[in-house]
């Protein structure tokens, strides 16, 4: 089956502690992204990829580390999380960057 | 910088009601459009897209959407809704050129049985 996978789904954490939230996608997709979601902001772009070894920051990068040393994985590393970081995220990935994203689950992450 | 605007943030409507939601964006060039849906408890999916051609696109469910230049907008309508769709939708736009996508505030639609 074609889709997105993130994890973990929910995650509860402490301020400083690295974490890493997993992104991968079986549909040989060259671009890939994060969002947050957060009320009242909608979606915000974290990063994006558009193909290996390729990322660039979105609108929200401050906090944020990517990587894209495979096509199918792209991982969000929080170095030192804190509370503004309390939020829905999303990884998304389309076949190239003009074509339609399909967005994983999602990962609840509460940073105290 | 870019900005896309919804302006309706909650919506109810009872069963059989007409939608239409609303999604400004500020760019002058290139772009394409989006509309997304998200229904409770799941994955972000999407409704419709234009990238050229005919401005009034055709989605799933019944929905559409008309993009007017001259407005910078890209409108949602839907002429009947169903409780099914009680959902939060986001318009979204991509400046042509570049790979970066901005999405909307979103607004959340309530349909009463």
């Known amino acids: 089956e074609a889709q997105v996978t993130q994890n973990p789904r929910y995650l509860i954490t402490v301020t400083g502690k690295k974490l890493t939230v997993t992104c991968s996608q079986n549909?040989?997709?060259?671009?890939m992204s994060w969002y947050r979601q957060d009320p009242g902001l909608g979606l915000r772009q974290i990063y994006y990829?558009?193909?290996?070894?390729?990322?660039d920051k979105g609108d929200v990068p401050e906090g944020y580390k990517v990587s894209r040393k495979e096509k199918r994985n792209f991982p969000l590393i929080l170095e030192s999380p804190s509370p503004n970081q309390t939020s829905l995220y999303f990884c998304?990935?389309?076949?190239?960057?003009?074509?339609?994203?399909?967005f994983g689950p999602g990962t609840r992450l509460l940073v105290l | 910088a870019q900005s896309v605007s919804q302006h309706n943030h909650h919506v109810i409507l009872s069963e059989a009601a007409s939608l239409e939601l609303g999604c400004n964006y500020s760019?002058?060039?290139?772009?394409?459009l989006f509309w997304y849906v998200q229904y409770p408890g799941q994955h972000l999916q999407l409704l419709l897209k234009?990238?050229?051609?005919?401005?009034l696109v055709k989605g799933i469910k019944g929905f559409e959407a008309e993009f007017i230049k001259s407005k910078f907008s890209f409108n949602l309508r839907k002429p009947s809704v169903q409780w099914s769709d009680t959902a939060e939708y986001f318009c979204?736009?991509?400046?042509?050129?570049?790979?970066?996508?901005?999405f909307g505030t979103g607004t959340r639609l309530k349909v009463l049985a």
């Open positions: 234009y990238f050229s051609g005919d401005p």
């Open positions: 998304a990935s389309s076949l190239t960057w003009q074509e339609t994203q399909y």
């Open positions: 990829s558009m193909n290996v070894e390729v990322t």
């Open positions: 760019y002058g060039g290139t772009v394409n």
């Open positions: 549909m040989n997709h060259e671009y």
């Open positions: 979204a736009v991509k400046a042509s050129g570049t790979y970066k996508y901005i």
